[in-house]
């Protein structure tokens, strides 16, 4: 194919769109470019699994260190498993790509996103997402696109499109918006508590440019002569359809006319329905027409009665304004929070219940050493901030295999994190390494949510200071040809069965992440800024539930987190600190029992559970590192003598020599007749020579200097 070339600025910045050189066997391929980073995403199709009722997607987003001109670490010198940034990656491309298709589709597909070059200017993900677009239209997969993703940052009171790196560092917003032509159809949200009104203004601010790049991509198209792929929707048996629609209408809608609060005892009801259904249809004769279509499609039946329960569902909200558990559309599931659920060794932890979704989360206070190391291509070297989620599966009432966990565990406790970094104590006030581990006891919708308000509380409890506290609150929504409506608070059944789940976190004066996902081809505008601003009253009244257990950060940290003394050194002493091979600084250690991190600009952080061993190691640096001065008096010990003086540790860690000639202002004939190991003298220092060495004297000393030196040395 020959190389067709696409490109479009905004505010200066370019990207290009290269298709027709790379990957010629793939389905689809193009190469997305801007300043000097490039991503290839290739699309590729195979024929459907016997047996799948789901869209066996598979999006892979894959980094090579070579994009930055670097050479993987570790035995092995080479990629391995992908980071926690790779993963994240993987999950923004697959979430607005993955409802474009259509739902009957059963097609193994794979998206593969490389990026092959990465400058410190133009993160790759936003590129990569709007390649898989175009890279799925060019392999003829059925796909009801184009769609495309643009990152909108704000730089004083500017909104820019596809901001940098440091753009996005320095400003209050790093928000994506992902589009199709017929709305937005996905935002992943940081904010430094944004305002509701100039949130809805950067999604709209984005929106405008997806439809640029949606534009470029039916250009393309139109000058290669490819027309949008489309396929007909396979239909189910119609006789079996009615059979199933007849037995069950009622009766799913009457189990949702109760109104149950239980989760289970609803869910028993509705699979009672499905049982007597399927013994139905087991008791026709072998040659009916509907058991000879139910054993043609073994989950034929599965679906329509999916479908049935959806729509009743669905109309009795449109309809009635009821939802299935009895509650308003803006009305919340009743909340309890606790703090200090869990004893002292663990540093802060709380329990958030919402309806029948309880989380943990558990705080743990580190030291700098801590701080994670980033190994990716991304800019960031260190994150002293981890969020991590986990749900295992008795959770949700099931059982199955315990593994590492998977993108969607990554996903929502990357949420999480996004939603509380912004209210964290900067480093210099607060110098320690957060983690929270927020463990999900029981899930019925929004453990993300109950993640953030379950891990706001759990700082509070470890004395974390944090600048304001933050609550979250899931939005879903129900869309009936034109009829819409907004659902605050979802659960599980809502999610599953309706058209959105949008998550919205903040403090009282504004907004920190927001994560919104569709399952239909996209909405206009006016409905965002609406679910956004319904979220609002929803996050207030969790955040006041929420005070109301604790109102501020406690001031008393657990006994066994560590305690942190941070002290500034010219970085000249550094390596004296450290010692050859180190040496020095495990001396300090093993004397003090306290663990020290020092930076390169010269921050020391000293860590112990024993604040007076972090005290006596501070002394000692201090000592090392305190710049002296002739005429300088302090209060020592004697801790060597040699035939011509003694030495003596009059700083910790610091010593000099008292020569024999200024032991006492007569002739002294043996330094023993003076003074004796562990003897207490008063010293000034007399000079430091070229070479370093300090060389003390106890001569001309005024009593007055004397008693200061001893006053100090006792304060220290």
Not at 441 to 468: F, Y
Request: charged share 25%.
């Amino acid at each position: 194919m020959e190389e067709i070339q696409k490109s479009i600025s905004f505010d200066g910045r370019d990207i290009r769109l290269k298709i027709g050189l790379l990957a010629p066997q793939a389905g689809g391929a193009v190469l997305v470019q801007s300043e000097d980073t490039a991503v290839l995403v290739a699309a590729t199709r195979a024929s459907g699994r016997e047996g799948i009722d789901f869209l066996p997607l598979l999006v892979d987003y894959e980094e090579r260190l070579y994009a930055a001109g670097r050479i993987p670490g570790g035995f092995l010198r080479r990629e391995g498993r992908p980071p926690e940034k790779a993963t994240l990656i993987s999950r923004l491309i697959d979430r607005p790509l993955r409802p474009l298709f259509p739902g009957w589709m059963r097609d193994d597909i794979q998206v593969v996103a490389t990026t092959l070059s990465l400058d410190e200017l133009v993160p790759p993900d936003v590129l990569a997402v709007t390649g898989a677009s175009l890279a799925v239209l060019l392999a003829q997969i059925p796909f009801n696109g184009p769609m495309a993703a643009v990152r909108v940052g704000l730089v004083g009171d500017d909104f820019i499109i596809n901001p940098t790196y440091k753009e996005i560092e320095s400003g209050d917003l790093d928000l994506i918006v992902a589009g199709s032509p017929e709305g937005i159809i996905m935002v992943e949200a940081g904010a430094n508590q944004l305002p509701e009104q100039d949130m809805i203004e950067a999604i709209d601010f984005g929106y405008e440019a997806v439809r640029d790049l949606i534009q470029a991509q039916r250009d393309i198209l139109k000058e290669l002569g490819i027309e949008i792929a489309t396929a007909e929707t396979p239909e189910v048996d119609k006789t079996l359809e009615d059979f199933i629609r007849e037995r069950v209408t009622v009766p799913v809608k009457e189990v949702i006319g109760r109104f149950e609060k239980d989760k289970k005892v609803r869910e028993a009801a509705l699979d009672e329905v499905k049982g007597s259904l399927t013994a139905a249809i087991a008791e026709l004769p072998a040659e009916d027409p509907v058991k000879l279509a139910a054993a043609a499609n073994s989950k034929a039946v599965g679906n329509v009665f999916k479908d049935v329960t959806k729509v009743l569902m669905r109309r009795q909200i449109v309809e009635d304004g009821v939802r299935i558990d009895g509650r308003k559309l803006d009305e919340i599931r009743p909340i309890s929070c606790q703090v200090g659920v869990l004893p002292s060794r663990v540093h802060g932890s709380a329990l958030f219940n919402r309806g029948l979704t309880q989380v943990m989360s558990v705080v743990t206070l580190g030291t700098p050493g801590d701080a994670q190391e980033m190994d990716d291509l991304h800019p960031d070297e260190k994150k002293r901030y981890l969020h991590h989620y986990n749900m295992p599966p008795y959770s949700v009432g099931e059982t199955k295999p315990m593994r590492s966990p998977g993108r969607r565990e990554v996903g929502h406790g990357a949420l999480a994190e996004r939603a509380l970094v912004p209210i964290l104590p900067k480093k210099e006030d607060f110098p320690y390494v957060l983690r929270v581990v927020s463990e999900v006891l029981s899930s019925n919708g929004s453990t993300s949510m109950g993640s953030v308000c379950g891990s706001t509380l759990a700082l509070m409890d470890a004395g974390v200071p944090i600048l304001k506290p933050v609550s979250g609150a899931a939005m879903g929504l129900i869309k009936e040809g034109e009829e819409i409506r907004i659902l605050t608070d979802i659960q599980g059944i809502e999610d599953f069965l309706g058209d959105m789940d949008f998550k919205v976190a903040g403090t009282d004066t504004g907004i920190t992440a927001l994560q919104l996902d569709m399952k239909i081809h996209g909405l206009p505008m006016d409905v965002i800024a609406q679910a956004i601003n319904q979220a609002k009253p929803a996050r207030l009244f969790i955040l006041d539930k929420m005070m109301q257990t604790i109102n501020t950060h406690r001031t008393e940290m657990s006994p066994f987190a560590p305690r942190l003394l941070t002290i500034k050194i010219d970085p000249e002493f550094i390596g004296m600190i450290i010692g050859p091979g180190g040496k020095t600084i495990k001396g300090i250690t093993e004397e003090t029992g306290a663990k020290i991190d020092i930076e390169d600009t010269g921050i020391v952080t000293i860590s112990a559970i024993d604040g007076e061993k972090a005290k006596r190691a501070r002394s000692i640096i201090q000592g090392m590192t305190r710049k002296l001065n002739a005429g300088d008096v302090y209060a020592g010990k004697v801790t060597r003598i040699i035939p011509i003086g003694a030495f003596v540790e009059f700083l910790p860690g610091k010593e000099g020599m008292v020569h024999i000639s200024q032991l006492a202002d007569y002739r002294v004939g043996k330094v023993e007749d003076e003074v004796n190991l562990g003897d207490e003298v008063i010293v000034k220092v007399k000079e430091i020579d070229s070479r370093g060495r300090i060389n003390l004297t106890r001569l001309g000393i005024h009593p007055d200097e004397a008693t200061a030196a001893r006053e100090a040395a006792t304060q220290a």
